[in-house]
């Protein structure tokens, strides 16, 4: 390199501008911009990302909507046992059958089914006082459900309730002649109407349906009465008096204080039932 030659950097620098700043020819160029197929690309991957998550979030959803439609299928198509109710009461010989009932939800207002006369139920009511009927106080979670209208028998007139999915395998009741009732919680008086009454107290929760304060009223009732071409003798109305922590309370009226049993047993679809039976004065006990 001669005395004239300079290097090229201090020559650009003096022959640079005032305004211009020297180059420096250790750092890289700039990078290029990406070119238009290489932005296409990108956009393609990223719409093809997005389609693909749609796609999988909708395979997804359809799967859970079809197990979903599957599931309550199977449980329509599921035929549950109707509780046919077949007990035998204490001191009894046969067994016989309780009427079917409304079903769950539905009122008691509406027009009953017709069902076919019990069977030898109610044999003798030798033995059965008008005292109170209790049991050991056993709280039970089931719910209490009608099993359906009451039973018109031989020598009683019958109120059967069903706890379904019941245990343990029993449930605590009291059942006895009062001259008041109140009802739970709030402690209103129910108007027995001049009549005597049973309060039944069960220790489960209710899903009884109830229409107008009653659970069978007495057009419902004489409708029943009418289907079944008989008629209740003793047995005037079910009241709903309340279901407050896990114990429910009924109010039975009755023409006259009869002679009565309570007891609990099982129908033949496994339910718990809790059964009431009222003698019937014009056959007389025994």
Known sequence: MGDGDLPWSLENQDQSGPDEKPREPWRCPPRRPPRRSQ?????????????AMVV???VVFNSRGNSRHTEASSRSNTSVPRPSAQFSA??????GSAAPGPARGSSPSSSPQPTAAAGAVCLSTS???????????????????????PGIHDNCDRLVLILRGASP??????AGYTQSIVTEPKGDPVDLEGHPAIRLVVLAPSRLAVSGGYVFSP???QAVAKSLHSS????????????????TTLVISVDDQRPFEAFTTFDNAG???????????????G
Do not use: C, M
């Not at 033995?127 to 209208?149: D, E, L, M, N, Y």
């Not at 395998?169 to 009291?174: I, Q």
């Not at 339910?271 to 006990?285: E, F, K, Q």
């Open 127 to 149: 033995g059965w006082t008008t005292a109170t009927k209790a049991t050991r106080p056993v709280h039970q979670t089931a719910p209490i459900v009608t099993s359906g209208p």
């Open 169 to 174: 395998a029993h449930v605590g009741f009291t």
């Open 219 to 221: 057009s419902y009732l």
């Open 39 to 51: 932005r296409r690309r990108r956009i393609i991957w990223v719409l093809a990302g997005v389609v």
């Open 56 to 58: 999988i979030l909708g």
């Open 232 to 247: 209740y003798k003793e047995l005037r109305w079910v009241k709903f008096a309340g279901s407050s922590e896990g114990q």
């Open 271 to 285: 339910n718990l039932v809790l059964v009431l039976d009222i003698a019937r004065a014009d056959l007389g006990s």
């Open 90 to 95: 204490p001191g009894n010989t046969a067994p």
